[in-house]
């Protein structure tokens, strides 16, 4: 009774799936109810504090949609690409088990918070609607495309950190603090274009603020997207990150798996 | 049989790296029950993970058709936050057990660990006796060729020892051990054959005694036909139970 190939990866994934679906929200029951409350607290801040600035910070787009369509997809790449960094030292003990490799773990991890964000976002933008905003998607599959982009490319930097992460532990705390600086120079929570426009050119570097504008011009009809973002830039960027975690994984991978 | 082929392990140490072993050829005879012994350190129980899959080798493979266990008794592969019920689940469904097969699996682990309704605990609140127990029934639950059992023969209380000394005996009638043990008492009751680790070579001994003795005058002597190994070397029955 030897197993298939396939057969072995789909009993490891499916087990793994259902043993981090538990292990998820298992240390604090506040747990699920945070991934909805995070990005609605947020929402809620910026649209109070922006308020006393104007009510419109673009033209014909609400602006509490504005920020659910940047921060939603922004959360999920955050964590797909950390609870990737984190999932060999959470799961050394699997690993003695002869068919659990580390990007079992990896692939695991991505599946769910793609699916638990989804969830979220799907909840959060059915309320929005409900309270009376225009939450139309203009263009549904380009929107699909860039949520698709976000969690591939959350999944390409978290395994290229979980190799960082083995060799150097310290940089953990690094690439934690790293989001911070991210998630206010991606315009998730004003439109880029507000800036003074000497800085854009350096913006543009940020791959995460081409995914942001395209998640927006996805969503909105009339969206002003800024002269600069370019739809392979991230691809581009999914490629090489891709490329290069999973090269060193190749020799990495039994680093990763023996103990420290 | 296992077979390994042309095997280099080497681990990365601050004074550079460590060979364990370097293009290590050597065939295990089928159907014997194998001891691994050696002196600390000689790399025993990198061999049993290098057998078991769970360290690959820097080259060179292990080649074999057989069903090969994880170490048995393997108290850290459960999460804590997870029950004990969980857990077993969990591995019934990697080792790719239907509906059916794990309700079985999982109620036998429950009824060998007999640790009650801790049983639906987290493992985090266990004991250590009570981890061991649940690892030793997890173990047992499955049936492979191969168990391979690293130094973890005694756990538990006198009455629990007994009993998983009965079980693996049970199972060795049917299947076949590589055990890794410094306790010459366990290596003459269960195995039939040695291997002793040393140097980085592997060397046979058909007979349990003479490899014991040769581990213990700790002078190599080779025992006879040691180099014909790889065609059928003849382990002889299996001792009874000392």
């Not at chain 1, 609400?62 to 959360?75: K, M, T």
């Not at chain 2, 060998?112 to 030793?136: C, N, T, W």
């Not at chain 2, 592997?202 to 700790?218: C, F, K, N, S, T």
């Amino acid at each position: 009774m030897t197993r298939s190939a396939w057969h072995i990866q789909k009993a490891v994934l499916f087990a793994l799936y259902l043993r981090e679906l538990k292990t998820r929200f298992g240390a604090h029951r506040f747990g699920a109810l945070w991934l909805v409350l995070e990005p609605m607290a947020h929402v809620m801040v910026m649209v109070t504090l922006f308020s006393f600035i104007r009510d419109r910070v673009v033209p014909g787009v609400d602006f509490a949609v504005f920020l659910l369509v940047g921060l939603v997809p922004f959360f999920m790449f955050k964590s797909i690409a950390i609870r990737i960094m984190e999932g060999v030292e959470g799961n050394r003990a699997l690993f003695s088990y002869r068919h659990i490799t580390p990007m079992d773990v990896f692939i695991t991890r991505a599946l769910l918070e793609v699916l638990l964000y989804a969830l979220v976002y799907a909840l959060l933008l059915v309320a929005m609607g409900l309270s009376g905003l225009d939450v139309r998607i203009a263009h549904p599959m380009d929107a699909l495309l860039a949520f698709a982009q976000m969690a591939l490319f959350g999944f390409a930097l978290g395994v290229v950190f979980s190799i960082l992460v083995s060799y150097l532990p310290a940089a953990k705390i690094v690439i934690r603090i790293m989001f911070i600086p991210l998630y206010l120079m991606s315009g998730i929570i004003f439109p880029i274009a507000r800036l003074p426009h000497d800085l854009l050119p350096w913006l543009l570097w940020n791959p995460l603020l081409h995914a942001t504008e395209l998640s927006r011009a996805a969503m909105f009809a009339a969206y002003p997207l800024v002269p600069g973002i370019d739809i392979g830039y991230v691809p581009l960027w999914i490629l090489c990150a891709l490329f290069a975690g999973l090269w060193f994984y190749r020799y990495r991978r039994f680093v990763l798996v023996a103990n420290p | 049989m296992i077979e390994l082929r042309a095997l280099t392990k080497s681990y990365a140490t601050t004074h550079g790296r460590h060979y364990v072993f370097r293009d290590l050829s050597f065939t295990f005879p089928a159907g014997a029950n194998i001891a691994l012994i050696g002196r600390n350190g000689a790399g025993k129980s990198t061999l049993l993970r290098l057998i078991g899959g769970i360290e690959t080798p820097d080259r060179g493979r292990v080649v074999t058709e057989r069903r090969i266990s994880w170490p048995v008794g393997l108290a850290g592969g459960f999460q804590g936050t997870l029950t004990g019920r969980d857990n077993v689940k969990f591995v019934c469904r990697v080792y790719g057990a239907d509906r059916h097969d794990m309700a079985d699996k999982v109620r036998f682990v429950e009824e060998f660990a007999e640790i009650g309704h801790y049983f639906d605990q987290p493992v985090k609140s266990y004991s250590s006796g009570m981890r061991s127990r649940l690892a030793f029934g997890l173990s047992m639950a499955f049936d492979f060729d191969y168990y391979l059992i690293d130094e973890v023969l005694s756990v538990g209380d006198a009455q629990f020892r007994q009993k998983s000394k009965m079980m693996l005996e049970e199972k060795l009638a049917r299947a076949n051990v590589i055990l890794v043990s410094h306790n010459m008492n366990d290596v003459s009751r269960l195995c039939d054959i040695a291997v002793l680790v040393q140097d980085g070579q592997a060397i046979l001994y058909p007979d349990v005694a003479e490899g014991i003795r040769a581990y213990q005058g700790g002078a190599v002597t080779l025992p006879e036909g040691a180099r014909a190994q790889g065609d059928g070397a003849n382990p002889r029955p299996r001792q009874s139970a000392a």
